[in-house]
């Protein structure tokens, strides 16, 4: 059965199984662990997984897929297959006691689904995932550079990275225009009240190019109280923001 990528689902789907081994040992798979992957597409990862994991949750949004991935996965019980948006899913009931996100992420949804489930998903403690390269380089960037922003900030509090592998284009079909890289990250912690932090992170960057009070002000933050530092975003390390949450709490 063909099938064709659709380009507005940011679908570019892995064909080169050598990248496996890279993802298995970036993700550290054991036979008790329950994985959570999303955007399966031809299940090629998924297929990998289910034979070293104890349970995988895939959820894909494309329900074009459903035959392909059905077919594929036949004969594999610790699969439960899910079609629906993750962005728009609850996450933890579809993939109940899930400790590791291991996915070869649509290129359109990457950044606000890790960022949703640093704290979205509690129970997760390692992130083993496909995503364009310089989406992979913004994770962990650091201070007043070009890639630095909020989601830098959100998973450098919560978590540190493990591992880190370049790849080529060439494993995908569609052939991307970009290159990919495979990163992964193990979770440190969950900062108190990180709803809020993520509020004035988010804030913070909002308006990048303007000074921190006002770009805070534009995004309807109350600074009227509050002691600021006269610098943009790009300047502050995530631990300089958790000062910044506490003062604006």
């Known amino acids: 059965m063909s099938v064709r990528a659709k380009k507005e689902l940011g679908q570019h789907f892995l064909v080169d199984e050598n990248m496996l081994g890279v993802i298995g040992r970036l993700a550290g798979l054991g036979e008790s662990d329950i994985v959570l992957e999303i955007g399966p597409g031809l299940g090629v990862l998924t297929t990998f997984l289910a034979d070293r994991v104890q349970q995988v949750y895939a959820v894909e949004l494309d329900v074009s897929l459903g035959p392909r991935l059905v077919e594929r996965l036949a004969g594999r019980p610790n699969v439960e297959l899910r079609f629906g948006d993750a962005l728009r899913l609850d996450l933890r009931e579809a993939a109940p006691g899930a400790t590791k996100l291991v996915a070869n992420l649509p290129y359109n949804v990457a950044t606000p689904l890790i960022a949703e489930s640093l704290d979205g998903l509690p129970e997760l403690q390692l992130w083993c995932v496909m995503v364009q390269r310089e989406v992979a380089d913004r994770f962990f960037a650091v201070p007043s550079t070009k890639a ?51 509020r004035i992170v988010e804030a913070a960057f909002a308006h990048r190019r303007k000074k921190l009070v006002n770009s805070l002000q534009l995004a309807g933050v109350d600074v009227s109280d509050a002691n600021i530092p006269d610098v943009r975003a790009e300047e502050l390390t995530p631990v300089d923001f958790l000062e910044l949450a506490r003062t604006l709490g």
């Open 148 to 198: 630095y922003g909020a989601v830098s900030v959100l998973i450098q509090l919560v978590a540190e990275r493990t591992g880190f592998h370049p790849v080529s284009r060439n494993v995908f079909r569609p052939r991307p225009n970009v290159d990919s890289a495979v990163v992964a990250f193990r979770r440190t912690g969950l900062p108190d009240d990180f709803a809020h932090v993520k």
